[in-house]
């Protein structure tokens, strides 16, 4: 992806750039211990600075091709939840993922009830 800079000197507006490039939403403190009660997050880039034991985050409703990132940066793993009615990957439907300390995973959406996530090491 190129660079927001290098968009806005080509003549791309600083609106369109942030368009494009997507919204990021950092410093995010985790909640709730179940999918209803988690942090339901709707920025494209999601870093949580705060996680106690057993909260979670809930990605948001999207359309397929649509990807959301999220980072652990808390103490404890972070519980992420799909939309109503999804999975991810291989995991009961409307059931969390765990997300450790210092990792990032890319959850990719493929259906209405699918999503799956791409893990950092």
Known sequence: MAL?????QGGLSAGQVSA???QIA?????TGTTQGTALAISADINS??????????????????????VYNGGA????VYPP???RINGVAVN??????????CEYFCVSATQWIGDMSA
């Open 95 to 104: 059931g969390g993922v765990a997300l450790g300390t210092n990792t990032f």
């Open 20 to 22: 494009i490039n997507g």
């Open 4 to 8: 927001g800079k290098n968009m806005m």
């Open 76 to 79: 404890n793993a972070l519980t």
């Open 26 to 30: 950092s410093g995010l403190t985790a």
């Open 84 to 86: 109503t009615g999804a």
């Open 48 to 69: 949580f600075g705060t996680v106690a034991s057993g909260t979670g985050a809930k990605l948001f409703a999207a359309m397929p091709g649509d990807s959301q990132i």
